[in-house]
């Protein structure tokens, strides 16, 4: 299979400014043990090993260490703090818009301070360590999203608490809502000053990178088509396609889930010379937001990537669970959210008895639903699905859009690509057809939440007409087809589908592209005006054209062969 499962970006203009593993790294580091007088601040995001304390400890030779977490206040008294944040769900907090500095004990990081000699060698490590000394040479020591979440599900706790044995979802959800918030937050207020880079994410494998090579490298994929890298995750309900065409574990149960296309979780590899550095893709957001989005949609959503597109196996598989999304009003005022998740499902394939469910049936007693859905909940009766919901069959290439509010969800048979606005994990459960997760325990189920979102007067007709295969002809001649394929006025993403047997033409200018190549082998990707280099995509791959790309052109790359892509982007009112 041609799927890359580790696209990586060449940066240009720092060969020798990048070093792997233990001896290297440490040997880099090592030269600044040559100045007697020296501090040497490595700040650290929330999970990075123990291992790295130890590998600077055994390259810098400090005569003196401080550790900036024990600034912090204790675990408990963290939790206290957040608890408001942190609710208690599983799975949805409240967004935390504060900083680091706000769980820092105003005694203790004095008395780090004041623990700094005035002379010899000192290392200040960990969480917030600049909040002790701005120091002589900074080191960030960074971690990818997905990572953190592998760990914590092996046993790491969140900073400073002692959860070890804590459901993951949980520890999860006090990093999205809280932990990684005012991390961010902290390694853009010391971007510009970091001097070396530390990509921690391999255990026993540390990478190494100059700050300047590091924001160089960031500049210049703001500027040109790239791919985030691609995780897989098995679930309840996953499917066996990915395995095929994703070029996956062929022995594994199944897969659920690959994101290939949200920023907010996935990293880059930006390869530096012989050396292939990790980040997470969101300092990219962060660091490069106008070249990235475009001025309209930073303005609009400030430093966050609106869109995202991941996959759901189902194939093989089982239903999803029955769900829907809430509103905006009530993201906002429950949750902190400033949009919601609007979505839609595109069928990059589909089994035979594939299908979407969608939309509500027309007449449906909202009494009668409620009650054997509590029912259900409650270990009576399955839920009548078929009795309240809609489903629809589906084959390749179908679209179905699904604005917050929509009762919806995937049924077996399918492999859908969501194209989705990006907010975190709200889906409102109702119904998970009498099953528990991988891990024994039932998934999280929100019927109150969901009741108080369904429209109800979205049924048969309404959905037919508005949600499913919505397809407008944009462009019919001999050179290509481009259709409207959604997503429906209520949504602020717009979707165009492409079938090309040569050159077509687009601009991300206003605002970036999000792409996959539907159908097709692979595709050129090239600069209307020699901005960047030729890029190559393959099928069911999932691609970024920033708005800094400018006007760009997509080909087979076998010529005469027919492609077929998707593009999504921020409509621009």
Known sequence: MSYDKYPETRIEGHDGEAWEGVHAVGTELGRLACESDHILVAECYPGVSDEVLELLRGAYRPDTVVLSDDVFYDGDELTCRMQAHLTDDRVRGVMYYGRLEDFVDPAALEAAKASIPAHGRTLVYGVGAGLV??????????????????????????????????????????????????????????????????????????RLTTGDALRDGLSQVARTPFRLVPYFDPGVWGGQWMKDVCGLDPTADNYAWSFDGVPEENSLYLRIGDVRIEVPAQDLVLYRPVELLGMGNYCRFGAEFPIRFDFLDTVGGQNLSLQVHPMTEYIRSRFGMTYTQDESYYLLDAGEGGGVYLGLKDGVDKAAFERDLRAAQEGGPSFPAERYVNRFPAKRHDHFLIPAGTLHCSAAGAMVLEISATPYNFTFKMWDWDRVGLDGLPRPIHIDDGLANIQWDRTTDWVRENLVNAVRVVHDGEDYLEEHTGLHELEFIETRRFTARGVTGHDATDGFNMLNLVEGSSAVVESSDDAFGPFVVHYAETFVVPAAAGRYTIRPEREGERIMFVKAYVRQR
């Open 133 to 206: 000394a701005t120091g002589d040479t900074l080191v960030y020591c960074d971690l990818a999203r997905w990572e953190i979440e592998l760990r914590y599900r092996a046993g790491m706790p969140n900073f400073r608490a002692h959860n070890e044995g804590e459901d993951p979802l949980r520890k999860i959800k006090r990093g999205y809502f809280v932990e990684w918030r005012v991390a961010d937050k902290r390694k853009m207020e010391v971007f510009d000053r970091i001097d070396y880079l530390l990509d921690s994410n391999d255990a026993g494998t540390p």
